[in-house]
């Protein structure tokens, strides 16, 4: 197996280069690599959450860094930190859910008392709690281990105790690292499978005879419109072409050739062919945590178009385009400009020159930025693979797959003695 440092090396690469384009392309690959990084990272007897925990912030940093615009990098970080730290905290749960707790009545006497251990009312409150927890990954894979009920006073003297704390530590060590693992399994196996999750809902939210806007081309709405085909839905689609990449081009095609009524058309006519249409649905580049949407650009100008017309306006986001920081947070860029040569050929830019002056400074300057942000009010419906939610509940969301102490990817500097 290659050495950490060279994946990651590759891997960076990759992201200032360009080279990997897609939140779900770069979510599954960030994924793969920190799988790597886990796997081949070696934690201490004690705190060894927080040991993954660094080594796993300091590869997100790097990521992150490399290229700030895809939000997705920093996502799934943050998802992996989160798993780490609820694989830390199962062990902990199942032994107090292990407890015998049990209400003991008034009428029992003394000798019922002798059976049972004396509870903390911090250990009946967090057993408590367990029992509304949903099963944690280890629970499912194993049953209890009988180390896990509260060992009762030996007589043999404290060597057999030691031994089993001593063997517990250990079983708990090579426990943690295999359970973070097969939760990020899970992760990448739910990218993978986000396009059909969100596909299933299709058909509650397309009707007969309906006229769907959408622009550029995205893999979500593109499984999305089919599946709703394969119900029998029969409906139109208006496909803004996307410009200056013309993604559009490339999603009609998809979608004749799945036989679906498709119609192309220029991203200027979206307001003038909006008040034919039943609904407009997009992908998102990010969903930030106020509800509102990074996506390509020109889908601001469709949004404002659905809004003056009351068309609903439905956004389609796997749950690893969910992102935990808001727009106005310094560590979000909003935007990147793309190359010139897209808008206009290298021939024709230098045409417009200014070589009299001496000094070649160009007269025409050519802007191409990629996204557009799309505030929460023009938003009617998101639809995720766990089903449709309003821009409001997205907060609720996102307080289930981040930490907080991991908003901030930075790790504190050690001090300076």
Known sequence: MPDVQTLVNEFLFKLKKRKIEGSHATARQT???????????????????????????????????????????????????????????????????????SAVSDDEG??????????????????????????????????????????????????????????????????LKHDVIEAVNELIEDIDTCHEQIAEQAVEHIHQNEVILTLGSSRTVLEFLCAAKEKKRSFRVFVAEGAPRYQGHLLAKELVARGLQTTLIADSAVFAMISRVNMVIVGAHAVMANGGVIAPVGLNMVALAAQRHAVPFVVLAGSHKLCPLYPHNPEVLLNELRSPSELLDFGEFSDCMDFGSGTGSPLLHVVNPTFDYVPPKLVSLFITDTGGHNPSYVYRLIADYYSTDDLVLQRKPAPVN
């Open 110 to 175: 003394d000798t019922d008392h002798d059976d049972h251990p004396v509870l903390s009312a911090a250990a009946v409150a967090a057993a408590s709690r367990n029992t509304l927890r949903p099963p944690s990954l280890q629970t499912l894979l194993e049953d209890l281990p009988d180390s896990a009920a509260v060992p009762h006073t030996s007589s043999s003297g404290g060597d057999s105790e030691g031994k089993s704390k001593s063997a517990d530590k250990s079983s708990r060590s090579r426990r």
């Open 31 to 101: 994924t793969i690599l920190l799988r790597s990084v886990i796997s081949q990272q070696r934690i201490p007897y004690t705190h060894q959450a927080a040991a993954l925990i660094d080594a796993v912030k300091a590869v997100g940093e790097q990521l992150v860094a490399a290229n700030p615009v895809e939000l997705a990098v920093g996502n799934i970080v943050r998802r992996v930190l989160h798993i780490i730290r609820e694989e830390d905290l199962s062990p902990t749960t199942v032994a107090i859910a292990g407890l015998n707790v």
